[in-house]
């Protein structure tokens, strides 16, 4: 069965403009490799745009979007403790720790910082999902978030900036070292200069 080259080219299209796939002339398209160098540049854009967000949605925010942050974070640490490690579960998990960071950075008020945002995202969990294996240890990913989400409800936007750049890094870290072959010991976390 022939697909139609139209909406084949345009979805391939689509893709190179997420990141997530590239296109050379006389090579046609490929999905994009995995690399340590691609993951910190992620990082790096996501803690730029994602700090920036929170400021912005700190300002702003009202009751809903608290009221919001309350409920991701409790979905997201009901997960982390609870989940296991088939797919379906994984796949729960990382909706709820999405919609998490959805929720944080949803009052800023900028649908282009939004759209950014969840591209960069898509991009980053493209690691986590092959590595969903490996993880970081349960309560790090709860006190992380938990601590994120504590600064924006206290209207702290330096310190709710500082935990969701950190995070962002101490992420990025680990699947860089899982990517380079590296096993962490259980309960150790990463150094911030593993992608420097």
């Keep these: 069965m022939d697909l139609p080259e139209q909406p084949f080219r345009e979805a391939l299209s689509r ?3 997420e990141g997530l796939v590239t296109f050379e002339s006389n090579k ?3 999905v994009r490799g995995l690399s340590k160098e691609d993951l910190a ?3 790096y854009m996501r803690t730029a745009v994602e700090t920036f967000a929170i400021r ?3 300002e702003r925010g009202g009751m809903e979007w608290e ?3 309350v409920g991701s ?3 997201l640490v009901a997960l982390t403790e609870d989940t296991a490690t088939d797919r379906a579960s994984l796949d729960a998990w990382n909706v709820a720790h999405d919609r998490f960071h959805e929720t944080l950075l949803s009052a800023c008020g900028s649908s282009r910082v939004f759209e950014t945002q969840r591209q960069l995202a898509e991009q980053h969990n493209r690691y986590r999902r092959i590595f969903m294996g490996d993880n970081l240890p349960r309560q790090l990913i709860i006190d992380e978030h938990r601590n994120i989400a504590e600064a924006a409800l206290a ?3 330096d310190r709710a900036a500082a935990l969701l750049g950190r995070h962002m890094v ?3 870290c680990f699947y860089a070292k899982v990517l380079a072959g590296e096993k962490l010991a259980p309960g150790s976390e990463p150094a911030s200069s593993a992608l420097e």
């Design 67 to 69: 009221s919001g942050i």
């Design 28 to 30: 046609g398209y490929r």
């Design 155 to 157: 209207r702290d936007a």
């Design 15 to 17: 893709l190179v403009g």
């Design 73 to 75: 974070l409790h979905a």
């Design 41 to 43: 540049d992620i990082a």
């Design 56 to 58: 912005t949605a700190i």
């Design 170 to 172: 101490v992420t990025s």
